[in-house]
């Protein structure tokens, strides 16, 4: 008979954690526990990717009826009902979220809707007051958005609220330059919102290929988004007589009349971010305007405060992501930990990556580290970026490149009459000819970028590329059908 209650126990009900659990116990034989103290499914499911992309989805509708039009078709545009979409959009969380307790108890998991915290390198409490002990523990707790440093921030909503507002905004101002602000600031504006973006660098999306982000924020702005960057907020505060809106002209005759529910509103409201009056805010250019809405998608944090992690031995980064090495273990031998926690790759498919890694090096005795290198991944902005492998800027530090490079407006769009263009990439290694990355700037890019992933993760050459016919008449055919250089460096 074992000396611990499981072989396995599980801290966090989300993909990375979720996967490990039960492919330990369905695969490996295990004694699996897991807790959870929020909704089962985590940021992906519940308050992430998916809700996301289905508003993604929805906000996309706003072109049909124009661009049907152009083809022929005699449509009428109707207003987007807000409450409508939202009641399905949760009928769906809440079937996926059914989904994962189903996949759970299938497998033989023990299940714990409680919060736990670790107490020893075998110990984990629950916020039952019980006590359990395992071998082994995964962390996969996963991460939250977090407010900027700023008087007044609780005034503002971060991502996991935009899905529970009551009603949609007439006017919304986002702070923030990466990935999830620019996807909420498409969102928005598709579904009608008044959208201004503050970010403070001197482009969004840092990080990525320079060309292919100011494409995308060059679409933003012809979409109506008012996009200021180098722009960060200085003041922020309850719209009153001390602030006057005259010549704000960003928030709606509604939010004006909401001045006295804004003054009457609890602090426990506020602080949960159920905004219901307008905000005043004052930039670092100077301007002062009125939003009905602010949301800050300034960055997130792992999920480790108050778990009893550095107490048991664990060390952690600055940041507070849990410090793993390549087989995601702690520096408590039975302690190990995945997904968003430890702040490698934060994405959905890297964490069940991870969770199934974890299972094959402690249960199936084969120890298998997670290739973090070339990941696809997409934004799912309007219109969408797909990315593998380097930047032109990073591929160029590295060494000598050839750059394949074409933009262009795609045939159903221009046939409509709209502005919109596209962008191919490819970062070649002019010493090896390996494809180092692919850029995609186009509707539908996330499908894409998943295909060349595979040739670029397989270190295909330009050569390859060549030699692939093109599937004919695409935007991806540019993909295989660029010849020459547009430069070297």
Known sequence: MSEFDYDLFVIGGGSGGVRAARVAAGEADAKVALAEDDR??????????????????????????????????????????????????????????????????????????????????????????????????????????????????????VSDDIFHLKELPKSILIVGGGYIACEFAGIMNGL?????????????????????????????????????????????????????????????????????????ETAHEREVGQTSGPIWVKATNGSEQVFDVVLFATGRDPNTRDMGLEEAGVRLGRRGEIVVDEYSQTAVPSIYAIGDVTDRVNLTPVAIREGMAFVNTVFKGEPTAVDHE??????????????????????????????????????????????????????????????????????????????????VKMGATKEDFDRTVAVHPTMSEEIVTMRNPMRTA
């Open 40 to 157: 089962y499914g985590g940021t992906c499911v519940i308050r992430g990717c998916v809700p996301k992309k289905l508003m993604v989805f929805a906000s996309e509708y706003a072109d049909v009826v124009d661009d049907a039009r152009s083809y022929g078709w005699d449509l009428k545009q109707g207003p987007f009902d807000w409450s409508s979409f939202q009641g399905r959009l949760n009928n769906e969380l809440d079937r996926l979220e059914q989904v994962y307790r189903n996949l759970l108890a299938g497998s033989g998991v023990e299940t714990f809707d409680a919060r736990a915290s670790i107490e020893g390198p075998h110990e984990v409490k629950l916020s039952t007051g019980e006590t359990r002990t395992a071998k082994h523990i995964l962390v996969a707790t996963g991460g939250h958005p977090v407010r900027p440093d700023i008087p007044n921030a609780h005034l503002g909503i």
């Open 192 to 264: 009608g919102v008044k959208v201004t973006q503050y970010y403070r660098g001197a482009q969004i999306l840092r990080g990525f290929d320079d060309e292919a982000r100011g494409l995308v924020a060059e679409s933003m702005r012809e979409r109506g988004i008012d996009l200021k960057v180098g722009t960060n907020i200085v003041e922020m505060a309850p719209a009153d007589a001390d602030h006057s809106l005259s010549g704000a002209g960003t928030a709606s005759d509604a939010a004006l009349g909401g001045m006295a529910r804004e003054r009457a």
């Open 374 to 455: 070339l990941i696809p991944s997409a934004i799912f902005t309007q219109p969408e970026m797909g990315t593998v492998g380097l930047s032109e800027e990073a591929a160029r530090e590295q060494e000598p490149v050839e750059v394949y490079c074409t933009s262009f407006r795609p045939m159903q769009t221009a046939f409509a009459g709209r502005p919109d263009r596209v962008l191919m990439k490819l970062i070649v290694s002019q010493a090896t000819r390996v494809v180092l990355g692919c850029h995609i700037v186009a509707p539908n890019a996330g499908e894409m970028i998943q295909l060349a992933g595979i040739a």
